[in-house]
C-alpha cells in the first residue's frame, strides 16, 4: 500500500499555467502507475492523465491533451501534472492514485490508493 498528498492547487486565470505533485510514501511506489483524476461540483470523477511504473507510457483525456503533461521522479517518489493554457471547464478537485499494476490505468476503479484531492480553481 502506499499513501499519496496532493499539493500544488490554487486560483489561476484562464491561460495560465498550475504545476500539481503527487507525493508517495510506502513500500515499492516506483513500481506503480498513476493516474490523476478530477471531479467538479455535482459531477462524476473523470480521467485526466495516467503513467506507467517506469514512464515510457503516458496517457491523456482527450480535454487535456496537448495542454497537460504527467510525469514523474522515481528517486523522488513523486508524480507531477503540469497543467498549461488551463481552462475554466478545468475547475475541479484533482486526485492522484496508484495502482500496483504498473501499467497506466484511465479507469478509476482498477486503482487502490487514492489522495485527498487538491482544490483548482481556474478564473475566466
Known amino acids: 500500500q502506499v499513501w499519496l498528498v496532493e499539493s500544488g492547487g490554487g486560483l489561476v486565470q484562464a491561460g495560465g499555467s498550475l504545476r500539481l505533485s503527487c507525493a508517495a510514501s510506502?513500500?515499492?511506489?516506483?513500481?506503480?502507475?498513476v493516474g490523476w483524476f478530477r471531479q467538479a461540483p455535482g459531477k462524476e470523477r473523470k480521467f485526466v492523465a495516467a503513467?506507467?511504473?517506469?514512464?515510457?507510457?503516458?496517457s491523456y483525456a482527450d480535454s487535456v491533451q496537448g495542454r497537460f503533461t504527467i510525469s514523474r521522479d522515481n528517486a523522488k517518489n513523486t508524480v507531477y501534472l503540469q497543467m498549461n493554457t488551463v481552462k475554466p471547464e478545468d475547475t475541479a478537485n484533482y486526485y492522484c492514485?496508484?495502482?500496483?499494476?504498473?501499467?497506466?490505468?484511465?479507469?478509476?476503479?482498477?486503482?487502490?490508493?487514492w489522495g485527498q484531492g487538491t482544490q483548482v480553481t481556474v478564473s475566466s
Open positions: 492514485a496508484a495502482r500496483s499494476y504498473g501499467t497506466a490505468s484511465i479507469y478509476s476503479l482498477t486503482y487502490d490508493n
Open positions: 510506502g513500500r515499492s511506489f516506483s513500481t506503480y502507475a
Open positions: 503513467i506507467s511504473w517506469n514512464a515510457d507510457r503516458t
